[in-house]
């Protein structure tokens, strides 16, 4: 089955930086690309950042371009987030999804998503 | 950049067909994804490829593409399948995602 569970949301003030973590299990981690997604509240679901199964491929939307950094380790069968100069707009559950059909490109659909971390941006 | 437009809200009565539309620029010419979003829950992808159903998901649901509309049908309605519904195409690799629609199923 497969198992994608997010991990280190929190409470942070502005300008702060936070990491979020996402392990995988129940399939070959390294065999596929994995985005980043975000909901704020009472807001849509926003696309963040992906990452193809080689690394090689990187996107950030321009939201957070410049400022997020997105990076795998297929050892550790994990995905990660690194998020530096944290706004309020940045306030969001955060969720990572796995890239269906194989192959390992970005451009594909997100066939398996996580339960999400929360990130709460405030003083 | 490339914009998404779908409708708050969408009402059916149990057992009707529900339509959710998803509205772009020659979206025709791009791949269409959708998402079901229930509260506290995971996204589940529903449609891929405009109109392939995953393993799981229930004969009910369909899609299509074409011109400057995608749209989501879902046969028969239930009262499980009240959720927030979610276009989404690849531009320029950014993902896009459209605003969201609301269906509720009375």
């Known amino acids: 089955e497969v198992q994608l569970v997010e991990s280190g949301g929190s409470l942070v003030q502005p300008g702060r930086s936070l990491r979020l973590s996402c392990a995988a299990s129940?399939?070959?981690?390294?065999?596929?690309?994995f985005h980043w997604v975000r909901q704020a509240p009472g807001k849509g679901l926003e696309w963040v950042s992906g990452i193809s199964w080689n690394s090689v491929a990187i996107d950030y939307a321009d939201s957070v371009k410049g400022r997020f950094i997105i990076s795998r380790d297929n050892a550790k069968n994990s995905l990660y987030l690194e998020m530096n100069s944290l706004g309020p707009e940045d306030t969001a559950f955060y969720y990572c999804a796995k890239v269906g059909g194989g192959g390992g490109s970005v451009l594909g659909w997100m066939d398996h998503w996580g339960q999400g971390t929360l990130v709460a941006v405030s003083s | 950049s490339y914009e998404l437009a779908q409708p708050l809200s969408v009402s059916v009565a149990l057992g009707q067909t529900a339509r959710i539309s998803c509205g772009g620029n020659n979206i025709g010419s791009k791949t269409v994804h959708w998402y079901q979003h229930k509260p506290a829950q995971a996204p589940v992808l529903v449609i891929f490829?405009?109109?392939t159903r995953p393993s799981g998901i229930p004969e009910r649901f369909s899609g299509s593409n074409s011109g400057n509309t995608a749209t989501l049908t879902i046969s028969g309605a239930q009262v499980g399948d009240e959720a927030d519904y979610y276009c989404q195409v690849w531009d320029s690799n950014a993902g896009v995602f459209g605003g969201g629609t609301k269906l509720t199923v009375l």
């Open positions: 129940g399939f070959t981690f390294g065999d596929y690309a």
């Open positions: 490829r405009d109109n």
